[in-house]
């Protein structure tokens, strides 16, 4: 057992993998950071009351740094200004931007993926509660902690002198683990969302009555037109949400059996799509994150032209 599990994990595997999922995650960050308007966040969250800060744990260790001990309001670490979660917010741009270029990667990804834990947990402590940044954040940390710039990077660059070797050619027994454990957390996400839809309303969850009020409210709300013109059939509303349930409760056989990666990725790609233009929620780091499913090296390699036989001299 002990040796099918390290080589389950630690097989050797191409570095390539790992670099394309390390630019296309740190690119998508960037993008999400734009797209959300972070800054503006982050300046609105700093005249909020008091009452309406309450931190996890997690972020007032991480926090402990600006003022240990209860002060004189009773908190347990010192509130940051959100002049410093801009500075903080800043960092970690600019650590993304240097993680997706691959110079010193494996600290720059490290203080991305900090940096990111910070600032989303200060957005949790007024309640403002997201799912789309763990899956991320765990998989930065991941990458910091392998061989992710390795080749397709400026350190690679450098490490050979301007002359880095065939970048599919790379291989390393860690460059597998981390992309083996973001598919992992696929499922695991899904199978929470689906015990959580069933706890709290059963099967009625897919009656399609709530979809279509979510969809009319966030469409007229959004200007979002799909989800406008969607609001209005009750059936194929109510079809969409068995095919999520369905969806989610049985992703996990995607990645045990490689081969219904054909089914479910374009549908995960699909439904998360749907779900910005319909609601507007946006999913763009899973969309990034399902990247881990593509099989990179396997794709260029079948892409590159193959070397005519060589001739003998005459």
């Given at each position: 057992?002990s040796?099918?599990?390290?080589?389950?994990?630690?097989?050797?595997?191409?570095?390539?993998?790992?670099?394309v999922?390390?630019i296309?995650?740190?690119?998508?960050i960037?993008f999400?950071a734009?797209?959300n308007?972070?800054?503006t966040v982050?300046?609105?969250?700093g005249?909020?009351p008091?009452e309406?800060?309450s931190?996890?744990?997690?972020?007032?260790v991480?926090n402990?740094?600006l003022g240990?001990?209860?002060?004189a309001?009773?908190?347990w670490?010192?509130?940051p200004?959100s002049?410093?979660?801009?500075?903080?917010?800043?960092?970690?741009?600019?650590?993304?931007v240097?993680g997706?270029?691959?110079?010193?990667?494996?600290?720059?990804l490290?203080?991305?993926?900090?940096t990111?834990?910070?600032?989303a947990l200060y957005?949790?402590?007024?309640?403002?509660?997201?799912?789309t940044e763990?899956?991320?954040?765990?998989?930065?940390?991941?990458m910091?902690?392998?061989?992710?710039?390795r080749v397709?990077?400026?350190?690679?660059?450098?490490r050979?002198?301007?002359?880095?070797?065939?970048?599919?050619?790379v291989?390393?027994p860690?460059?597998?683990?981390?992309?083996?454990?973001?598919q992992?957390?696929?499922?695991?996400?899904y199978?929470s969302?689906?015990?959580?839809?069933?706890?709290?309303?059963?099967?009625?969850w897919?009656?399609g009555y709530t979809?279509?009020w979510y969809?009319?409210?966030?469409?007229?709300?959004?200007?979002?037109?799909?989800?406008?013109?969607?609001s209005?059939?009750?059936?194929?509303?109510?079809?969409?949400?068995i095919?999520?349930?369905?969806?989610?409760?049985?992703?996990?056989?995607c990645?045990?059996f490689?081969?219904?990666?054909?089914?479910?990725?374009?549908?995960g790609?699909?439904?998360?799509?749907?779900?910005?233009?319909?609601?507007?929620a946006?999913f763009?780091?899973?969309?990034s994150?399902?990247?881990?499913?593509?099989?990179?090296?396997a794709a260029?390699?079948?892409?590159?032209?193959?070397?005519?036989?060589?001739?003998a001299?005459?």
């Amino acid at each position: 057992m002990s040796r099918a599990w390290n080589t389950y994990w630690f097989a050797p595997a191409p570095c390539f993998n790992l670099a394309v999922v390390r630019i296309i995650a740190c690119f998508a960050i960037l993008f999400f950071a734009w797209h959300n308007q972070l800054y503006t966040v982050i300046a609105g969250l700093g005249p909020m009351p008091h009452e309406s800060y309450s931190p996890f744990i997690m972020f007032k260790v991480l926090n402990a740094p600006l003022g240990w001990g209860a002060g004189a309001d009773g908190i347990w670490a010192a509130r940051p200004s959100s002049e410093f979660v801009s500075l903080v917010l800043t960092v970690f741009l600019v650590s993304a931007v240097i993680g997706m270029i691959g110079l010193l990667t494996n600290i720059s990804l490290f203080v991305a993926a900090l940096t990111l834990l910070y600032v989303a947990l200060y957005k949790y402590a007024f309640g403002d509660f997201h799912h789309t940044e763990p899956a991320m954040i765990i998989a930065l940390f991941a990458m910091a902690l392998s061989p992710a710039g390795r080749v397709l990077s400026v350190d690679s660059w450098i490490r050979n002198r301007g002359k880095p070797a065939d970048p599919l050619s790379v291989l390393s027994p860690f460059a597998g683990w981390p992309l083996k454990l973001v598919q992992w957390l696929f499922p695991l996400f899904y199978l929470s969302a689906v015990y959580s839809k069933l706890t709290h309303s059963g099967l009625d969850w897919a009656n399609g009555y709530t979809l279509q009020w979510y969809l009319a409210r966030d469409g007229i709300a959004g200007g979002h037109v799909l989800g406008m013109w969607l609001s209005q059939y009750h059936t194929l509303v109510m079809l969409g949400q068995i095919g999520v349930l369905l969806f989610q409760s049985t992703f996990f056989l995607c990645v045990i059996f490689p081969t219904l990666r054909w089914i479910y990725v374009p549908a995960g790609l699909f439904l998360h799509t749907m779900i910005y233009f319909t609601l507007g929620a946006p999913f763009f780091s899973w969309i990034s994150l399902y990247s881990v499913f593509i099989p990179w090296s396997a794709a260029v390699s079948r892409l590159r032209p193959r070397k005519a036989p060589g001739t003998a001299a005459a």
